[in-house]
């Protein structure tokens, strides 16, 4: 079952993803239910690897949003970092940033 002090053991700034959520733990823990439901993740490896930047670009922005508005920390940083090198286009190895993203995905989903 996820909880507060399990997400903080994972790395998330808990508290200001509880400030985002008006201090309602509860709400906050929805929201971070909602994204272990989320599928874009594939679909943006998938986007990537099919060399299309603009629709994986559009796809990793979303993706930062949400895990930034929830202060997941440690799956934003690698999420951040691909949606910054799509922002313009940049056809490179996204691998590591890809493998990182998806262990950071895995371990908040075995919370």
Do not use: W
Not at 37 to 42: A, I, K, V, Y
Not at 53 to 62: K, R, S, Y
Not at 101 to 109: D, I, P, V, Y
């Amino acid at each position: 079952m996820l909880t507060i002090d399990k997400l903080k053991d994972y790395g998330a700034d808990v508290d200001e993803g509880l400030a985002r959520c008006m201090n309602m733990e509860d709400f906050y823990i929805t929201l971070v239910g909602k994204v272990l439901e989320d599928n874009r993740l594939p679909l943006l490896e998938r986007q990537i690897s099919e060399k299309k930047l603009d629709a994986a670009f559009e796809t990793a922005h979303a993706l930062k949003g949400m895990y930034a508005n929830l202060s997941l920390t440690p799956l934003t940083k690698p999420v951040s970092e691909i949606t910054e090198l799509l922002r313009s286009r940049t056809d490179t190895d996204y691998s590591a940033l890809l493998a990182e993203a998806k262990a950071q995905f895995e371990a908040l989903c075995s919370l």
